[in-house]
C-alpha cells in the first residue's frame, strides 16, 4: 500500500515550457485534488476531481488543466510555465465526508517541488 | 474577507503546555472541519475530522467547533517538542471544494 504518490519529485523548467505532473493512489479513493503551497499562502485548490471522468476548478485554476482518465490517477498540467508558477504541488484523495456518525479519510502525496526561471 | 482567516504565528510554547490554535470563516455553509499537521518538507497530514458543531477528542488532541461563532479550535495538551510543525485548518461545504486556512507555525520549546 503505496498511499498517495507524486511524480516526478522535482523539476526546473524555463518559461514557456509544459510539463504534467502526475498523482497516484492506491486506495480506491473517489476524490483526488491539486493543491500549490506557497510561503505564507497556504494550501490554494487548483483543481479537484469526484470521481474517474470528473473535474472542477478550484481556487487558482487558471494555467492548469487535469485529467482523471483513470480513478487511481489524477494529472496536472502546465500548459505554457510562467515564474509565478514556481511553487510545491500537492496531490491529495480521500472519500467524501461521512457525516456525523463516521469518520473521515485523506491522504497527501510528498509534494513535486517546480521551478519556472 | 477570506473564506478562512488563521493566524500565521509563529507560536512558541514550552513543552508541557496547553496548546490552542484557532480558525474563523465567513461562509456559513462549512459543515466539515479538519485539522492537519504539517512538518517541513512534508504533505500535510489529517489530525482531526469534525462535522457541524461540537467537540471531537483524540489523545491529546481535541477539537472544537462554534458555528455560531464561525471559529473552530485545536487543542494539544502536554506538549512534546515533536508536537513542532505548521497547523493548518481546513473546511468544506456541500461543494466538494476543501479550503484551507494559511497555517500556523508552532515551536514547543524544550
Known amino acids: 500500500n503505496a498511499g498517495v504518490t507524486q511524480t516526478p519529485k522535482f523539476r526546473v523548467l524555463k518559461t514557456g515550457q509544459s510539463m504534467t505532473l502526475l498523482c497516484a493512489q492506491d486506495?480506491?479513493?473517489?476524490?483526488m485534488y491539486w493543491y500549490r503551497q506557497d510561503p505564507g499562502m497556504g494550501l490554494r485548490l487548483i483543481h479537484y476531481?469526484?470521481?474517474?471522468?470528473?473535474?472542477a476548478k478550484g481556487e487558482v485554476p487558471d494555467g492548469y488543466n487535469v485529467s482523471r482518465l483513470k480513478k487511481q490517477n489524477f494529472l496536472l498540467g502546465l500548459e505554457s510555465a510562467a515564474p509565478s508558477q514556481t511553487s510545491v504541488y500537492f496531490c491529495?484523495?480521500?472519500?467524501?465526508?461521512?457525516?456525523?456518525?463516521?469518520?473521515?479519510?485523506?491522504?497527501f502525496g510528498p509534494g513535486t517541488r517546480l521551478t519556472v526561471t | 474577507q477570506k473564506e478562512v482567516e488563521q493566524d500565521p504565528g509563529p507560536l512558541s510554547v514550552p513543552e508541557g503546555a496547553i496548546v490552542s490554535l484557532n480558525c474563523t470563516y465567513s461562509n456559513s455553509a462549512f459543515q466539515y472541519f479538519m485539522w492537519y499537521r504539517q512538518y517541513s518538507r512534508k504533505g500535510p497530514e489529517l489530525l482531526m475530522y469534525t462535522y457541524s458543531s461540537g467537540n471531537k477528542e483524540d489523545g491529546r488532541f481535541t477539537a472544537q467547533v462554534d458555528k455560531s461563532s464561525k471559529y473552530i479550535s485545536l487543542f494539544i495538551r502536554d506538549s512534546q517538542p515533536s508536537d513542532s510543525a505548521t497547523y493548518l485548518c481546513a473546511m468544506s461545504a456541500q461543494d466538494d471544494k476543501i479550503i484551507f486556512g494559511k497555517g500556523t507555525r508552532l515551536h514547543i520549546l524544550p
Open positions: 486506495m480506491n479513493h473517489e476524490y
Open positions: 491529495a484523495s480521500s472519500y467524501w465526508f461521512s457525516g456525523a456518525t463516521g469518520t473521515y479519510e485523506q491522504y
Open positions: 476531481s469526484v470521481g474517474e471522468g470528473t473535474t
